[in-house]
């Protein structure tokens, strides 16, 4: 579950820390290597989902903070080490979901932020910690959806609310799965359609200070998984098969700086392109967009969550290459997930919608 490999020669190195169970988040600083999961061994000793490692042999050193649940992701400013996850316990104190650590003692710090969810998602800029998830609430604190921000130092939580919603993929919640800071801006990514107020598919970028939503929109076709910041290139896993407009299979380089939305046309590609609804959810219409780099017969239709067919589109059409748009109505059809089938020539694409009333 956890390997070191040499980046020239891809051969593994002297690092076995041999975890029980799954490893999912890694941070490596000073010679130590800093694991997060739901393991209950690793490196030769008891530990219980965090871990601190030697970097050379894979051995667990004396750090044991020891939460109580999964420890799904973590950052890091000064000697400060911060935990999100699922966990409601972090060294015998009540910690739900976000814990910080001294990061050479494995001491819990004693300040509190507790949320009623999960924390998927941690990033350090300036200051600020933000932290994204699954949440309603910081518990005892005000409300707070799926992403906020806290002093780095005091714990305290900002007033700060982007509140990602509208679930693409999950018909229960929304998310946040992946973080990165460049500066004073923070990028967001994981599974929703709204964000500081606007409309953003699953990517946006936003102030990290006022949490203002930016122009600068790739529009995954499904949900961001991972992030990695690289000079000025921004690259993105996830879920997705297109993005800005062109195919991408789970993995989009996007460069900086923000450029403006792109226009309301598509680019032809190799393939067939099919746009994020939008809005979505929906409350009575909504704008379909998809571009043919061949003329196909073309059927779009709508599907409840058992596989019915319960609105067509467009059934059987022949269409020219080229961009197509049409406006979808769901006046007729009842709250809750459905899904957007999308049929040219051999070629299939789906995407989920929400109808809200």
């Keep these: 579950d956890l390997a070191a490999v040499d980046p020239t020669t891809g051969i593994a190195t002297g690092f076995i820390p041999n975890p029980d169970q799954v490893v999912k988040t890694l941070l490596v600083r000073h010679g130590t290597v800093y694991a997060g999961g739901a393991f209950d061994n690793i490196g030769g000793r008891?530990?219980?989902?965090?871990?601190?490692?030697?970097?050379?042999?894979?051995?667990?050193?004396?750090?044991?903070?020891?939460?109580?649940?999964?420890?799904?992701?973590?950052?890091?400013?000064?000697?400060?080490?911060?935990?999100?996850?699922?966990?409601?316990q972090v060294g015998g104190q009540p910690h739900y979901s976000?814990?910080?650590?001294?990061?050479?003692?494995?001491?819990?710090?004693?300040?509190?932020?507790?949320?009623?969810?999960?924390?998927?998602?941690?990033?350090?800029?300036?200051?600020?910690?933000?932290?994204?998830g699954g949440f309603d609430h910081v518990l005892g604190g005000p409300p707070r959806i799926n992403l906020l921000a806290f002093d780095a130092t005091t714990g305290q939580i900002l007033d700060w609310a982007p509140s990602p919603n509208g679930p693409r993929e999950d018909a229960n919640h929304a998310t946040v799965d992946a973080l990165a800071t460049r500066g004073d801006t923070l990028y967001v990514g994981g599974d929703f359609t709204t964000i500081a107020g606007g409309q953003r598919a699953s990517l946006a970028v936003l102030d990290g200070a006022s949490g203002a939503l930016l122009n600068w929109a790739p529009e995954p076709d499904q949900s961001v998984h991972a992030f990695e910041v690289s000079g000025d290139q921004l690259y993105?896993?996830?879920?997705?098969?297109?993005?800005?407009?062109?195919?991408?299979?789970?993995?989009?380089?996007?460069?900086?700086?923000?450029?403006?939305?792109?226009?309301?046309?598509?680019?032809?590609?190799?393939?067939?392109?099919?746009?994020?609804?939008?809005?979505?959810?929906?409350?009575?219409?909504?704008?379909?967009?998809?571009?043919?780099?061949?003329?196909?017969?073309?059927?779009?239709?709508l599907y409840d969550?058992?596989?019915?067919?319960?609105?067509?589109?467009?059934?059987?059409?022949?269409?020219?290459?080229?961009?197509?748009?049409?406006?979808?109505?769901?006046?007729?059809?009842?709250?809750?997930?459905?899904?957007?089938?999308?049929?040219?020539?051999?070629?299939?694409?789906?995407?989920?919608?929400?109808?809200?009333?």
């Design 236 to 301: 993105a896993g996830g879920y997705f098969r297109a993005a800005s407009w062109r195919p991408h299979l789970g993995l989009l380089g996007a460069a900086f700086p923000h450029k403006s939305a792109p226009p309301d046309s598509l680019p032809v590609g190799p393939t067939v392109t099919f746009a994020p609804i939008q809005p979505n959810p929906i409350q009575s219409t909504a704008s379909v967009r998809y571009s043919l780099p061949i003329s196909s017969t073309v059927t779009l239709s």
């Design 98 to 132: 976000i814990a910080a650590v001294d990061a050479a003692t494995g001491a819990v710090l004693p300040w509190q932020i507790d949320t009623d969810g999960v924390v998927n998602a941690l990033a350090v800029g300036g200051s600020a910690v933000f932290a994204g």
């Design 46 to 88: 008891p530990r219980r989902c965090l871990a601190a490692l030697d970097a050379s042999t894979g051995d667990a050193l004396d750090w044991n903070p020891a939460p109580n649940d999964w420890v799904g992701a973590l950052a890091m400013r000064g000697d400060t080490l911060y935990a999100g996850g699922f966990f409601s």
């Design 305 to 357: 969550i058992l596989g019915r067919r319960v609105a067509s589109v467009v059934d059987r059409q022949f269409q020219n290459a080229g961009v197509h748009r049409l406006t979808i109505g769901v006046d007729r059809l009842k709250s809750g997930c459905y899904f957007i089938r999308l049929e040219a020539g051999q070629v299939t694409r789906t995407q989920k919608v929400v109808v809200l009333r």
